[in-house]
T-cell receptor, first 114, second 113 residues
Framework: GESVGLHLPTLSVQEGDNSIINCAYSNSASDYFIWYKQESGKGPQFIIDIRSNMDKRQGQRVTVLLNKTVKHLSLQIAATQPGDSAVYFCAESGAGGSQGNLIFGKGTKLSVKP | DGGITQSPKYLFRKEGQNVTLSCEQN?????MYWYRQDPGQGLRLIYY???????QKGDIAEGYSVSREKKESFPLTVTSAQKNPTAFYLC????????????FGPGTRLTVT
């Protein structure tokens, strides 16, 4: 069935280092992927998205990589800052009758050490 | 400022009471969504609306009801039939239904005792 999961539930990095958050998806028919950042007690904030006709997309300090061969998505954060500490969710578009509805993974908590 | 608002931020109710959570957006978005988030979990879809006067059940609709009488408003009622209503509720909207970025509100934390 459809699923979106994460390889690591928690990630701790040193300030200034690069962070990589991974996500696996199981539905090869999904064609839209999105990363959100959620700070404690707040709603998720959009970070970056990517469609299946691309394998890389860059934003400000963030890069999303999509490997359709192994159904893997990653979020890279350059020069991680304390303000990046949050839970990061990947999501994919549903397939079939639920097309257009996002399916969310459980999230990875990123902790930045000063 | 354009955005999506939810009220109240915290809500307390006694078991057996229905409660309605507010969600308003001024982004002129067609689609709106309600999610439930439990501690350490991802978001689960309760209901969604592709366009005004339309709504569909999501993955966990039992014990919930919605209406979409106005484009900018999508209230969620948590009924007494919902067995575990205590959770963080998030409303979102997107320009259109489909593979588009969803914008989230700040959430309402509901506690039922």
């Amino acid at each position: 069935g459809e699923s979106v999961g994460l390889h690591l539930p928690t990630l701790s990095v040193q300030e200034g280092d690069n962070s990589i958050i991974n996500c696996a998806y199981s539905n090869s028919a999904s064609d839209y992927f999105i990363w959100y950042k959620q700070e404690s007690g707040k709603g998720p904030q959009f970070i970056i998205d990517i469609r299946s006709n691309m394998d890389k997309r860059q934003g400000q300090r963030v890069t999303v990589l999509l490997n359709k061969t192994v159904k893997h998505l990653s979020l890279q954060i350059a020069a991680t800052q304390p303000g990046d500490s949050a839970v990061y969710f990947c999501a994919e578009s549903g397939a079939g009758g639920s097309q257009g509805n996002l399916i969310f993974g459980k999230g990875t908590k990123l902790s930045v050490k000063p | 400022d354009g955005g999506i608002t939810q009220s109240p931020k915290y809500l307390f109710r006694k078991e057996g009471q229905n409660v309605t959570l507010s969600c308003e957006q001024n982004l002129n978005h067609d689609a709106m969504y309600w999610y439930r988030q439990d501690p350490g979990q991802g978001l689960r879809l309760i209901y969604y609306s592709q366009i005004v006067n339309d709504f569909q059940k999501g993955d966990i609709a039992e014990g919930y009801s919605v209406s979409r009488e106005k484009k900018e408003s999508f209230p969620l009622t948590v009924t007494s039939a919902q067995k575990n209503p205590t959770a963080f509720y998030l409303c979102a909207s997107s320009q259109r239904w489909g593979n588009y970025e969803q914008y989230f509100g700040p959430g309402t934390r509901l506690t039922v005792t």
